[in-house]
């Protein structure tokens, strides 16, 4: 099979556009037939085969006409049992193995199959076409690009893209691994600036949480313009905007600077909320896309700040209405020809290429977005979780045992309490709203409960490391204020310690004004 690169090298505009980015120009009915193929034929896949008995809730009457009748949502602790070992769950070939990090510290394994693979590493270079697109026209893209993509390692599924991006696309990945076995995040930050220090960089894609932090290290790095101790071979233009800048006191040196990447693709829960600073630290608008594990890359924007649009060919795609949420079992489910411009929805996702997930809640919150020019596919915003996790910098997802077991660890003394996200400035920060009735030894709890946080889920300490900062912000409120609100709002204490509503902490923050 011959490389993405060599397609590119002897291909025309009109073809690599075709062959990349053609599902941005499809009607919802091209979308739909699509999605209709692919399902059928993995509904062939299925049933033709005797692993379909380790399905959970399989029915082999379950036709593509009305699977959606016949089979419940589900959600991973239905395949927990089925995905814990290496055996055999896919219809097509033996797959790859891929971790993402899961609620409490945890991961959850998701089998990828090669033809999968070869589809998402395909999505891959869409993205860099788009990220580099002159107003969607000019394709700024060539063999042997050198990506700055900090990553973590196999058998994390972004590890897997990566070593395709190499393989099919003859690209150079920065940093290079030096082939002693994982390095620890921080060092992968810091070669990647010093390998880039001595030449150009075409792109850089990584989540946008370690994009902040490349970021931040950069200007840390090289702010003042001293070149680092130990580069003997610089770019001689970077080495004469590091010296010139030692004379140039006027604002530290930021990344874009230094590199004049083609494109800047990022990925992530609070993308809309860092895109602005990353955007200016790097002269270049950030291209987003919505990825998972579980579905790959399902959407991507045609270009910066527009709505992503959704790819046909990762997973079929099925939308449940938010008003509808928490009901259970119930299947009333739309597809994306019945959607409605401006609602939310929480994606339903069935795998293809002879993957196990059938009917998967995703847990997320999108809006969708009709564009009006002609008869196009819907695109879609990143709303939130649909469930009581809370998402810190795309890495860690915690759920409310996680959290109450910290809350209990650190000390308070009380039960009432609530969490949730919220953004400071630009950056996205866990609020804890807890009664206290002494607050005058708030920062040390606030300190104690992220230290246990740190202790109770792996992937919140992975986060903090990766960001360098300590997210927790600690609100104290007078006692009698949960109950005086929740009163109010004929809601119980445990039913808004996770993500409460605006209206429960608009009501606290009122209570804390009549006490002052």
């Known amino acids: 099979m011959r490389s993405e690169a060599t397609f590119l090298r002897s291909a025309d505009l009109r073809s690599v556009r075709q062959r990349y980015c053609g599902f941005l120009d499809l009607s919802v009915e091209e979308f739909m037939q699509i999605q209709q193929h692919l399902l059928e034929e993995q509904m062939e896949l299925v049933s033709g085969s005797v692993e379909s008995e380790k399905l959970p809730n399989w029915r082999k009457s379950a036709k593509v006409d009305n699977f959606r ?13 089925f995905l814990s070992s290496d055996q055999r769950v896919c219809f097509d070939g033996d797959p790859q193995w891929v971790h993402t ?28 076409i788009l990220s580099s697109a002159s107003g969607g026209h000019e394709i700024m893209t060539k063999p042997h690009l050198k990506v700055v993509s900090i990553l973590p390692d196999k058998p994390f599924a972004s590890a897997y893209l990566a070593s395709d991006l190499k393989e099919q696309f003859h690209a150079q990945i920065i940093p290079a691994q030096n082939g002693d ?24 894609i990584c989540m946008t949480s370690t994009l902040l932090r490349l970021s931040d290290r950069a200007v840390s790095m090289f702010g003042d313009g001293k070149v680092p101790l130990g580069v003997t071979q610089l770019h001689p233009m970077v080495s004469w905007r590091l010296l010139r800048s030692r004379f140039n006191a006027r604002r530290p040196l930021v990344p874009g ?14 993308s809309d909320t860092l895109e602005d600073k990353i955007a200016r630290q790097w002269g270049k608008p950030l291209f987003q896309m919505y990825a998972s594990s579980e579905s790959g890359i399902m959407s991507m924007q045609e270009s910066p700040r527009a709505p992503m ?92 045992e996680t959290v109450a077991r910290a809350v209990a660890a650190a000390g308070t003394g009380h039960n009432c309490w609530c969490l949730r ?96």
């Open 69 to 81: 009748r016949l089979l419940p949502l589900t959600t991973y602790p239905d395949y927990a049992k």
């Open 101 to 128: 990090s899961a609620p409490g510290g945890s991961f959850k394994r998701v089998p990828w199959t090669l033809r999968f693979q070869k589809v998402q590493a395909r999505n891959v270079v869409a993205a860099l």
């Open 181 to 204: 076995g994982a390095m620890p995040f921080r060092n992968k930050v810091d070669a990647a600036l010093m390998q880039a220090l001595s030449s150009d960089i075409d792109f850089v």
């Open 257 to 270: 600077d230094l590199w004049s990447p083609k494109g800047i693709v990022g990925w992530g829960v609070d």
């Open 309 to 400: 649009a959704f790819l046909p060919d990762s997973v079929f795609l099925e939308f449940l209405p938010h008003s509808e949420l928490g009901t259970g079992g119930d299947s009333g489910t739309v597809l994306i020809d019945e959607v409605e411009d401006g609602k939310l929805y929480e994606p339903v996702v069935t795998s293809f290429y002879g993957m196990p997930l059938f009917r998967y809640r995703q847990g997320d919150l999108v809006r969708i977005h009709k564009s009006g020019k002609g008869n196009k596919a819907p695109r879609m915003v990143f709303h939130g979780r649909a469930d009581d996790v809370i998402d810190v910098y795309g890495i860690a997802r915690l759920n409310g």
């Open 421 to 516: 996200k919220e953004y400071e400035k630009d950056r996205p920060v866990l609020k804890w709203y807890v009664e206290l009735g002494d607050s005058a030894h708030a920062a040390e709890l606030k300190h104690r409960f992220h230290r246990e946080l740190m202790n109770a889920d792996q992937h919140y300490r992975e986060a903090v490391y990766t960001v360098a900062l300590n997210p927790v912000r600690l609100a104290p409120l007078p006692l009698g204020a949960f109950k005086q609100v929740l009163a109010q709002n004929h809601l119980e204490q445990t039913q808004v310690r996770m993500n409460p509503p605006d209206a429960v902490v608009q009501g606290l923050l009122k209570v804390v004004g009549q006490v002052q």
